[in-house]
C-alpha cells in the first residue's frame, strides 16, 4: 500500500497559510476589542480613592464602592445597592478546610495592613494591554474550545441548586505563554454560567502565581474577574485575584482551600464566599442573568487546562496520574 506523506515544502506551505489566517483573525479581534478595552481602562482610571499594594507587589486602586466597573452594566443602572451587603447568609457557615493555611486577614495580604478604606473595594491596577489580553483570552475562550481539556465530576438529572461549594487542594504548576491550568466549580442556567476557584495563567497575570478567580458568562458578557460589568466586590479586604499561598507539594504538606456560592434568600443574588471564615467578596446580581436569575440547574467540578493545539498541556490538579490506568 502507497501512503501519501506531505513533502517538506507543503508542511512549510500549510504552516504559513495558517500563521497569516491566525494573524489576521488577531488582528481583526484585536480592532474589535480595543475600543471595548479603551472605555474599560478610562473608567478604572476614573473614582480612584487610593492606591494600594500586596506583600507580594501587586498595585490596586480603592475605588469608591458605588463606582466600581460593576455598575457599568446597563442592566443594573436603576438597582439600589448596599455597601453593607444585608443578606439572609450572614452567619452561614460550612465546615472549615482541614489544611487552609492561606492567610485572609488583611496583616496576612496588604504591604499597609488594613487594605483599602471602608466604603471602598479594591480592584487590580490595569493596563490598556491587560484589558485587551484580557478580553482576547475571553473571546478565545469561548469561541474555541479546542485546546481545553477538563477532569470534572457533573450533577445529573432535572435538579434545581441554590448553591454549591469546592474544598480545592491548591498547587503551582509550570505553565508557559498562553497556556492555563485552574481548579474550579461552576453553576449553570442556560446561557448563564459563573465559575470560582484558583488557576495560574501567566498570559492573563504577567507571572506564575496560583490566584483566586472567577468568570462570568452571561448573553452579553463572558470574562474573568472585573474585566467586564457584572460581579459586585463588596469586600474592603480581599482582591477577587488574590496570590494564594502556600501552595500544596507532592509529598509534602497539602493545602486547601474553600469557595462556596449561594443564593442569597432576600435578593435572589448570587453570593461569592471564600477561605474558612465564609468570608463573602461580592455578588453576581440576579438582574444580568436570564437563566440564573432563577436556580442553577448544572453544576460542575473539577481541573481545566488550556494549551494551544500541538502543544504539550500543563499538570492538571495536582499532577500526578492515577494509579493503574497510565492512559489517565
Known amino acids: ?50 492606591t494600594i499594594q500586596t506583600i507580594q507587589g501587586d498595585t490596586y486602586n480603592c475605588v469608591d464602592f458605588y463606582k466600581q466597573p460593576a455598575f457599568d452594566h446597563p442592566l443594573l443602572k436603576n438597582r439600589r445597592f448596599d455597601y453593607q451587603l444585608n443578606s439572609s447568609l450572614q452567619g452561614f457557615k460550612v465546615r472549615a478546610a482541614e489544611s487552609d493555611s492561606f492567610g485572609s486577614e488583611p496583616s496576612d495580604i496588604w504591604l499597609n495592613g488594613k487594605g483599602c478604606p471602608i466604603g471602598t473595594v479594591p480592584i487590580r491596577k490595569t493596563t490598556k494591554t491587560d484589558l485587551l489580553k484580557a478580553n482576547l483570552d475571553a473571546a478565545v475562550t469561548s469561541n474555541d474550545n479546542s485546546g481545553i481539556r477538563v477532569a470534572v465530576l457533573r450533577s445529573t438529572g432535572d435538579k434545581r441548586y441554590r448553591g454549591a461549594g469546592m474544598y480545592t487542594s491548591v498547587y503551582n504548576h509550570d505553565v508557559q505563554g498562553n497556556q492555563y491550568t485552574s481548579s474550579r466549580f461552576k453553576l449553570n442556567n442556560g446561557p448563564d454560567s459563573i465559575a470560582v476557584g484558583w488557576v495560574v495563567n501567566p498570559s492573563l497575570y504577567h507571572d506564575t502565581n496560583t490566584r483566586l478567580f472567577i468568570y462570568t458568562i452571561t448573553k452579553d458578557v463572558h470574562c474573568y474577574n472585573t474585566y467586564c460589568p457584572g460581579f459586585v466586590v463588596t469586600n474592603h479586604e480581599i482582591p477577587l485575584d488574590v496570590i494564594l499561598s502556600p501552595v500544596s507539594r507532592r509529598g509534602g504538606p497539602i493545602y486547601e482551600i474553600k469557595f462556596f456560592i449561594m443564593k442569597d434568600h432576600y435578593s435572589g443574588d448570587w453570593v461569592l464566599m471564600f477561605g474558612n471564615h465564609d468570608k463573602v467578596l461580592g455578588f453576581w446580581p440576579r438582574d444580568i442573568f436570564t437563566g440564573l436569575a432563577g436556580f442553577a440547574n448544572y453544576a460542575e467540578w473539577g481541573g481545566e487546562i488550556y494549551s494551544p493545539p500541538g502543544t504539550v498541556t500543563p499538570r492538571m490538579g495536582s499532577g500526578c496520574r492515577p494509579y493503574g490506568d497510565p492512559k489517565l
Do not use: Y
Request: charged share 20%; glycine share 2%.
Open 1 to 50: 500500500m502507497n501512503i501519501v506523506r506531505p513533502t517538506s515544502s507543503c508542511v512549510l506551505m500549510f504552516v504559513l497559510l495558517w500563521s497569516v489566517l491566525l494573524l489576521e483573525s488577531n488582528v481583526i479581534a484585536a480592532k474589535k476589542f480595543f475600543g471595548k478595552s479603551r472605555k474599560q481602562l478610562s473608567h478604572f482610571d476614573k473614582h480612584v480613592v487610593a
